[in-house]
């Protein structure tokens, strides 16, 4: 897929060290994008950066921080001039169950996982102009309503509230707002840690097209909705899950 209106776009990718934000990251370097990734692996960032190469740049930075998305956000803003995407990815899926779940365990993926959001957003649309897109993401556990996950389902059930909220307010100045919403995705970290041969065929039973999903297919529907393709769309939720919830 070749979308020559991303040449030369600035887009800055959160969580962009590993999984599904490495896989943004790519795919938009492969459009001729400049691509600014953050995430608190600066060794995977680093390296990731390097790969790419010219139009890639990598900055640690930790979301819960409100000085370090100011200082990031700002001084691309102030090389730039412009920032034309945000794909707000980065998030932590931590399983806890109710009861072992602390004041602090819950404040702790709040910040990560929907306030992070917030801080970006804020930061990003004072560059973005008219064409400017936001992609949030959200989780297929929110439609799945899976166990031990309820202070992770809750962030992003808010991610989905923010989206459709900031879509209203953004709409007059032309910058959109979206949701991705991925279904079970084969990161390197889900195939080590919780793919099991059960998890596969509850997949295969589950989703409406068995096949498994790969991180690079969710970084292509990011790229949609960046692209002049979706620019009658905002406010919206695309679930990426091969039919798992489409009722």
Known sequence: MILTELKNRNILVTGGANGIGAAIARAFHRQGSRVFLCDVDARAGTKLARELGERAEFRRVDLTKERDVI??????????????????????DTRIELERCSV?????????????????????????QAGGSIVNFSSITFHAGMPNLSA???????????????????????????????????????????????????????????????????????LFLTADASRAMTGQELLVDRGWHHS
Request: charged share 25%.
């Open 152 to 222: 992770y389902v809750a962030t992003k059930s808010g991610a989905l509230g923010f989206t459709r909220s900031l879509a209203r307010e953004l709409g007059p100045r032309r910058i959109r707002v979206n949701t991705v919403t991925p279904g079970w995705v084969m990161t390197e970290r889900q195939l080590r840690e919780f793919i099991t041969p059960a998890i596969r065929k509850f997949l295969h039973r589950a989703q409406c097209i068995p096949d498994l999903i790969q991180p690079d297919e969710i970084a292509e529907v990011v």
């Open 104 to 128: 602090k365990d819950w404040d702790s993926l709040f910040a990560t996982n929907l306030r992070a959001y917030f801080l970006t957003a804020r930061e990003a649309v004072k560059w973005m």
């Open 71 to 92: 200082r990031w956000i700002g001084d691309i803003g102030r090389r730039q001039k412009v920032v034309h995407a945000l794909i707000n990815n980065a998030a932590r």
